[in-house]
T-cell receptor
Framework: DQQVKQNSPSLSVQEGRISILNCDYTNSMFDYFLWYKKYPAEGPTFLISISSIKDKNEDGRFTVFLNKSAKHLSLHIVPSQPGDSAVYFCAAKSGGSEKLVFGKGMKLTVNP | DAGITQSPRHKVTETGTPVTLRCHQTENHRYMYWYRQDPGHGLRLIHYSYGVKDTDKGEVSDGYSVSRSKTEDFLLTLESATSSQTSVYFC??????????????FGPGTRLLVL
């Protein structure tokens, strides 16, 4: 049973527009959420995170929103750039756990 | 970039043979993890270590064993490789438990093909 879900396998947007990547979770014990970006033939790299005590965290062009009541988080990329084209993974953990639970990933394509 | 290397980067082996993948870090981080990435499954945790000689299972540990005799090295062994273990394997490290202000840093991956 998947605890972290990225229901859309892919998204295509135009350069300069907003990209919105969604993630849902089922485990109410999760209290920390992360987004990773992965280019082909490379390991995932950390992008941004949010604690459950917040509902928004921003870092440059990247903003993550958390809606705890809906068990939903989203990553907004504004403006999108061709270099943002990658697979994005949503991940979550519960307090005290050493383990992250990842979603299946979503492929973002930003067209010039 | 976190100092993580994985070896080999690519390997082709035959069903039934033993395979060992190595993860080496220069960051002196306490936690080390092995994941596999497969289409339609994302990243799944195989085993992890929270210190020298301290390891525990992840969600897909069957058919795999691990060892950590030194802080810097974490070995993943497929005792008898099967075609279902064809995958890309990633090692990750973390100074503390994942999350809570810390995160995991990933190695470049090992692509394993079991024929």
């Amino acid at each position: 049973d998947q605890q972290v879900k990225q229901n859309s396998p892919s998204l295509s947007v135009q350069e300069g527009r907003i990209s919105i990547l969604n993630c849902d979770y089922t485990n109410s014990m999760f209290d920390y959420f992360l987004w990773y970006k992965k280019y082909p033939a490379e390991g995932p790299t950390f992008l941004i995170s949010i604690s459950s005590i917040k509902d928004k965290n921003e870092d440059g062009r990247f903003t993550v929103f958390l809606n705890k009541s809906a068990k939903h988080l989203s990553l907004h990329i504004v403006p999108s750039q061709p270099g943002d084209s990658a697979v994005y993974f949503c991940a979550a953990k519960s307090g005290g756990s050493e383990k992250l639970v990842f979603g299946k990933g979503m492929k973002l394509t930003v067209n010039p | 970039d976190a100092g993580i290397t994985q070896s080999p980067r690519h390997k082709v082996t035959e069903t039934g043979t033993p395979v060992t993948l190595r993860c080496h870090q220069t960051e002196n981080h306490r936690y080390m993890y092995w994941y596999r990435q497969d289409p339609g499954h994302g990243l799944r945790l195989i085993h992890y270590s929270y210190g020298v000689k301290d390891t525990d299972k992840g969600e897909v540990s069957d058919g795999y064993s691990v060892s950590r005799s030194k802080t810097e090295d974490f070995l993943l062994t497929l005792e008898s490789a099967t075609s279902s273990q064809t995958s890309v394997y990633f090692c990750a490290i973390s100074p503390n438990a994942a999350g809570g202000g810390e995160t995991q840093y990933f190695g470049p991956g090992t692509r394993l093909l079991v024929l």
